[in-house]
């Protein structure tokens, strides 16, 4: 069997297996870039040095087509990604294409790199956040300089405190209706999503600010109606998950912010979380984390500060007694 066919195939059986459309769409990414780099050979033809020669094609040669233009490598978690994408490729050929010999069998996962998590700053987020109201400023010879308020205004600020204050991944964002949102209490319900392994369902909650900006903006929608999406475009139509990425990052240039991407709204609401007092339990289950281990990433983070906080306001060492 080609293996563009047998591809085809995964992708039925794992969406029947209730993965997301995006875990199989992520999986198909580098699936299908093995088919046209292989030349779609026969699935039993396929060696370990064939493998190896694409994994080096991407890390060497392959120059990625961004949003924005950046054509930088391709980075060692999406490196990992392919591995897992073959990996679980195989996994499924062994057990429904009777495959005998696994390509992928000792090829080594990469090894992971931990990036380095900066939060916003409230400087940062100002900036954001009068760049998403307000045009950028206008000039002419005989008057000062004055802006205007962005048409896109109340929903790209409704957008930025909402996931700033809620800590939820921008695909969840973009999932959500009118329905799951209580502006009275502030409380979110964000529903499960596929397969529940990542998006599980739970509640999370909007402080006065959030609630306000983001009533602000479903004020000015006519016809609105519960199983409404939230956010939309400028026609009315829900904004997924890559326009809300391509905006934000838009904002972060006009802004002067930079590294403006949805996670690191994410990353931020989790720290500041634990910087003003919030335990690590309830911000996993905020943030809806199978397990601790990016949670005690966010916790080293805030102990940190509270160490660089200590040494700069010791009682006993600024009275030098």
Not at 3 to 21: H, N, P, Q, T
Not at 160 to 182: H, M, P, Q
Not at 254 to 273: L, M
Request: net charge positive.
């Amino acid at each position: 069997m080609k293996l563009s066919e047998a591809i085809r195939g995964y992708s039925v059986y794992k969406m029947a297996d209730g993965f997301s459309e995006e875990t199989i769409k992520g999986y198909r990414w580098s699936l299908d870039k093995e088919v046209k780099f292989l030349k779609d050979p026969e699935v039993e033809s396929i060696t370990e040095e064939a493998l190896r020669n694409f994994i080096m094609y991407l890390k060497t040669e392959y120059v990625p087509a961004r949003p924005g233009g950046d054509t930088s490598p391709l980075s060692q978690a999406t490196l990992d990604k392919v591995w897992v994408a073959n990996r679980s490729f195989f996994n499924w050929a062994v057990k429904e294409l009777h495959l005998e010999i696994r390509p992928d069998k000792n090829i080594l996962r990469p090894r992971s790199v931990s990036k380095v998590i900066s939060p916003f700053t409230d400087e940062d987020i100002q900036k954001l956040l009068k760049t998403a109201e307000h045009t950028q400023p206008a000039q002419t010879h005989d008057r000062a300089s004055w802006t205007v308020k962005r048409r896109t205004g109340a929903r790209d600020v409704a957008l930025i405190y909402f996931l700033l204050d809620t800590g939820v991944r921008i695909s969840e964002c973009a999932r959500l209706r009118i329905e799951d949102v209580n502006l009275d209490t502030g409380e979110v319900l964000i529903r499960s999503f596929g397969s529940g392994r990542k998006s599980r369902e739970r509640h999370v909650y909007m402080g006065k600010t959030a609630r306000r900006a983001l009533w602000h903006y479903l004020s000015q929608r006519e016809d609105r109606h519960p199983d409404d999406y939230v956010f939309l475009t400028q026609v009315d139509k829900p904004i997924d998950k890559d326009m809300a990425g391509q905006l934000l990052r838009k904002l972060g240039a006009r802004a002067g912010v930079p590294n403006v991407h949805p996670h690191r709204f994410r990353h931020t609401f989790a720290i500041q979380y634990l910087r003003n007092g919030g335990d690590v339990f309830t911000l996993k289950r905020l943030l809806g984390h199978n397990s601790m281990m990016m949670v005690e990433r966010y916790l080293l983070i805030a102990d940190s500060d509270c160490a660089t906080s200590h040494r700069h306001a010791s009682p006993v060492d600024r009275w030098r007694v």
